[in-house]
């Protein structure tokens, strides 16, 4: 699955234009209102960016993993919230379904999605469940030719802004771990089913979590994607393999912004009678930030291609996950520094992206997790 070169170059072109025209000045909007406006996402829709990751046949647009991880890039290089509107629909909320449903639920989902008409929300954490996922303990029950659902999720991007629940769920309880977890796909406005108001967060303002409440919600028996129970944790982690190198690009995506942010800056901000980009010590941190940049983002790509040709991308999507992330903190950092006493004012958008960045590092696992992921990985392969 890949868009020929042509049409790919067209495609990046007009994100580029639209985060220089449409996104970056509309920034301010975001952050004031806490929203992304409506006719932005709109914009979105008409760019097909709901789409990327969707097979064709389903009306999307059916991006390779390495156009993926570029057009999302150049989309990060606006503030994050936009990136995350699209976030869950190109990713973890819906490729579980396309890796997984069967044909009547992708053609029950997967156009409305691609087309931007609903959008999808991963259901995987819950209050007791973050890092140690598979100790989930939402149930759903069978019940004839229904299932009841009851737990709670918590954080979950987008959910007051969607049309479908892709939910990790304990279909047996009996069973404690990963093999007891089945996923259903739900449409939020089932009765049972609870948005929460959205959480106040450090940064990323714009994007919306929540948390989802489930009682008593009785859903179909065809709700269970790919109709087979215990397949929910096996699939999530694929999911999640997949998703890290999606975050992957945003990182290096944001972090490009933030190097440019500190560039300009570097080059106009005048000290001891000449621009501070002249003193070394100020060339350092611009150096090693665009090294960090670099690499991530050709490791990224180097793992998307990998994905690309089949291969198991497990650890390498670790791997870029933890370098990509910890290196947008640490660029986010020195830019703050490179802006000194202005780099701490709300007035300069490193501020806000300092904070915005925090997040990377936490979510679709954090960087403890990706080292586990890692070293067990080598360790796997080392025994074999
Ligand atoms: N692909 C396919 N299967 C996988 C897998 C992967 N990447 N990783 C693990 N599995 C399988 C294992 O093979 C194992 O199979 P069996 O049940 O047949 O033995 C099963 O899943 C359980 O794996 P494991 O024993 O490694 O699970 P753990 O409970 O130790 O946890 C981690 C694994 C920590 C890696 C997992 O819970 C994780 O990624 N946690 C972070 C969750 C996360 O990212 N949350 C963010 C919320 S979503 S925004």
Redesign the pocket.
């Known amino acids: 699955m890949a868009l020929d070169n042509e049409t790919f170059d067209m495609m990046k072109d007009a994100v580029i234009r639209f985060v220089r025209e449409k996104l970056v000045p509309a920034e301010d909007i975001v952050e004031d209102t806490d929203d992304v406006p409506e006719e932005i996402i709109d914009d979105m829709r008409k760019l097909g960016l709901f789409g990327l990751s969707i097979p064709e046949e389903y009306g999307g647009i059916g991006l390779s993993m390495s156009q993926e991880c570029e057009i999302v890039h150049e989309l990060c290089r606006a503030a994050l919230a936009f990136r995350s509107v699209i976030g869950t629909t190109v990713g973890?909320g819906s490729q579980g379904l396309v890796m997984t449903g069967t044909e009547a639920q992708k053609q029950e989902y997967l156009p409305r999605l691609a087309s931007g008409e609903i959008i999808s929300s991963?259901c995987?954490?819950e209050p007791e469940a973050?890092?140690?996922?598979?100790?989930l303990r939402t149930v759903a029950i069978r019940d004839g030719d229904d299932y009841v659902l009851n737990g709670t999720k918590r954080?979950i991007?987008n959910a007051l802004r969607a049309g479908m629940l892709t939910v990790m769920a304990r279909t047996n309880p009996d069973k404690k771990?990963?093999?007891g977890i089945s996923t259903f796909l739900v449409d939020p406005k089932t009765p049972g089913v609870t948005i929460a108001k959205a959480d106040q967060k450090m940064g990323q303002r714009g994007t919306k979590t929540s948390d989802v409440i489930f009682e008593d919600v009785r859903i179909p028996a065809s709700a269970l994607m790919g109709g087979e129970e215990g397949q929910g944790?096996?699939t999530a982690?694929?999911v999640?393999?997949r998703?890290r190198l999606h975050l992957s690009a945003v990182s290096t995506g944001i972090s490009e912004r933030i190097l440019e942010e500190a560039l300009a800056y570097a080059s106009e901000r005048k000290q001891f009678g000449t621009i501070i980009g002249e003193f070394q010590l100020v060339q350092a941190l611009l150096a090693d930030s665009q090294t960090e940049l670099y690499a991530g983002t050709s490791m990224t790509l180097d793992a998307a291609g990998k994905y690309d040709r089949k291969e198991d991308i497990?650890m390498h999507a670790a791997c870029c996950k933890m370098f990509t992330t910890e290196a947008a903190g640490r660029i986010a950092d020195r830019a703050v520094q490179i802006h000194g006493g202005a780099g701490y004012m709300s007035e300069y958008k490193v501020e806000r992206f300092y904070r915005d960045v925090r997040l990377l590092r936490l979510?679709?696992?954090?960087t403890q997790?990706q080292q586990?992921?890692i070293a067990?990985n080598m360790m796997k392969s080392a025994a074999n």
């Open positions: 973890i991963f995987l954490t973050g890092s140690d996922a598979a100790s954080y991007t771990g990963a093999s944790f096996y982690m694929k999640l393999d998703g497990s979510y679709e696992g954090t997790i586990l992921v067990r």
